[in-house]
């Protein structure tokens, strides 16, 4: 299933790595560098190249991942409380239920392709929404969420320690996953899952995906099943995403039914759009950016409006201070519709494609040409 990395490719992920490892250093002057955001940049960048794995490599859109999200959240927080709060059973258990969950829509799902594929997601996401929120509450504990309690069994923990006073939080063989150390953990799973990518894309396995993406029909006239591989791709994708929906629960023991809403599988399309669909780096990009906007754009409000623009007359101020007002706070949701319009209007490959468009210039032109052409228009597969 897998290939050898090339030169190139060892490159992209030791360069890959040195960014993420020093986030915390690098994000400092852009006001980013506190844990929890560093966090989101991790769990999401998780979230964003698992999709990609899908809609990038087969051209299939999913607007259902946010289950597999949920879903990994929730079998992350009752391992905790059934079993131990080391963060490993966790993780292994949420992507389990994940990946047996997207085997399941998938079978249902991949019958379908193009729009009727992309609405059968949904569909299948809103059913998750529902159950979770009123149908399944005693596994789910409804609309307030699932949350960890003292009187928790955890089973294995309790085997050999006494149980404290206090709730326990997550760890990792005893190191607490609070703070930076939590970010770290989220850093190393995002790496681990950047490399698996990369091994995927440079396959056989990924090379047939693409195929599937560029031509479905002729592959299968030729007699070739094309199913086995998109579910291959579909139960891939769904684990990574209950892997960023476990390594929540890591940072936040808690998992509430609002992470399997249609939202958040819109937001993750937005991030794989945004950064480049089919690129390596373009989803974990887009997923930087929308949570880096999210939390500078949803922090300001009028109060913060009318200290920034003091410097102007009162007549002036008032009327900029009410329309910048619209783009921030509960508003930003316009700011990003509007970078989002801007990059696919301007850049319809996305940042990736900026980046290669500026290599291009300033690089002597010819590196275009080597390079692969994974920023190309998605076709959804017929």
Not at 5 to 24: E, G, H, T, Y
Not at 186 to 193: E, R, V
Not at 234 to 251: C, D, E, H, N
Not at 328 to 335: I, K, N, R
Request: with cysteine; charged share 10%; hydrophobic share 55%.
């Amino acid at each position: 299933m897998f290939a050898n990395l090339s030169r190139n490719d060892w490159l992209l992920f030791a360069i890959f790595s040195a960014i993420v490892l020093a986030a915390p250093i690098l994000f400092m002057p852009l006001g980013a560098a506190y844990p929890a955001l560093l966090q989101k940049f991790a769990i999401f960048g998780i979230f964003a190249i698992g999709f990609n794995i899908l809609f990038g490599l087969t051209g299939y859109l999913s607007f259902g991942h946010a289950a597999f999200l949920g879903v990994g959240s929730y079998a992350a927080v009752w391992s905790f409380k059934l079993l131990t709060m080391n963060a490993i059973p966790a993780i292994i258990f949420a992507m389990i239920c994940s990946g047996l969950f997207a085997a399941v829509i998938g079978y249902v799902t991949l019958r379908r392709s193009g729009i009727y594929f992309s609405i059968l997601t949904l569909a299948f996401a809103q059913m998750s929404y529902n159950l979770a929120y009123s149908v399944l509450t005693p596994i789910t504990n409804g609309e307030t969420g699932l949350q960890l309690a003292s009187s928790d069994p955890r089973i294995l923990d309790r085997m050999f320690f006494e149980a404290g006073a206090g709730l326990p939080s997550p760890d990792f063989f005893g190191i607490q996953l609070q703070g930076y150390g939590g970010f770290y953990f989220c850093a190393i799973a995002l790496l681990i899952c950047f490399y698996l990518t990369i091994r995927i894309f440079r396959s056989p396995f990924g090379m047939m995906l693409k195929a599937v993406k560029s031509n479905q029909n002729r592959m299968m006239y030729t007699g070739f099943n094309t199913r086995p591989y998109l579910r291959s791709a579909f139960i891939i994708s769904g684990m990574f995403a209950g892997l960023a929906g476990a390594l929540m629960a890591v940072t936040d023991p808690l998992a509430g039914a609002e992470r399997m809403q249609w939202t958040a599988s819109g937001e993750v399309v937005l991030m794989t759009i945004l950064g480049g669909v089919g690129t390596l780096v373009g989803p974990v990009i887009g997923a930087v950016v929308i949570k880096y906007f999210e939390n500078i754009f949803s922090s300001f409000n009028e109060q913060a409006l009318h200290q920034t623009f003091s410097f102007l007359p009162d007549a002036l101020e008032t009327p900029v201070v009410k329309l910048l007002s619209l783009f921030v706070g509960d508003g930003w949701h316009l700011t990003l519709g509007l970078i989002f319009m801007a990059i696919v209007i301007f850049l319809p490959g996305g940042i990736m494609e900026g980046v290669k468009r500026v290599r291009a210039r300033f690089g002597g032109g010819g590196t275009g040409k080597a390079e692969e052409q994974s920023v190309a228009e998605v076709q959804p597969a017929e």
